[in-house]
């Protein structure tokens, strides 16, 4: 069993930056690609960001590509995501997630492939 919390959720002006973190425990953390999706007010939730075990692939949604960073630290059994630009449109509940399929079926932005979820951290980017 992994459990996942999330923080680093807070009220920021449009233009900003957070970096949300994601610390892990119960399981192996390394084994795990891991995911960051959102969930937007009366919207269902969606993929933002995923990094392989290795932390060697990443993978982003169009929405964020360019203004975001997903990365780990395996060590300290921690997955961030980085969000830069943030606009009113990022404002939704974020939550992380541990992928438990083998690599050889690997997709990323694939929500069934989650095994293990965060409750999520809010975001809210007032403009």
């Known amino acids: 069993q992994v459990q996942l919390v999330e923080s680093g959720g807070g009220l920021v002006q449009a233009g900003g930056s957070l970096r949300l973190s994601c610390a892990a425990s119960?399981?192996?953390?390394?084994?795990?690609?891991m995911g960051w999706f959102r969930q937007a007010p009366g919207k269902d939730r969606g993929f933002v960001a995923a990094?392989?075990?290795?932390?060697?692939?990443?993978d982003y949604a169009d929405s964020v590509k360019g203004r975001s960073t997903i990365s780990r630290d395996n060590a300290k059994n921690t997955v961030y995501l980085q969000i830069h630009s943030l606009k009113p449109e990022d404002t939704a509940v974020y939550y992380c997630?541990?992928?438990?399929?083998?690599?050889?079926?690997?997709?990323?932005?694939?929500?069934?492939?989650?095994?293990?979820w965060g409750q999520g951290t809010q975001v809210t980017v007032s403009s």
């Open positions: 997630a541990a992928n438990v399929y083998k690599a050889t079926m690997y997709r990323p932005a694939s929500q069934e492939q989650y095994g293990y």
């Open positions: 990094i392989s075990w290795s932390g060697g692939s990443r």
């Open positions: 119960g399981g192996t953390f390394s084994t795990y690609a």
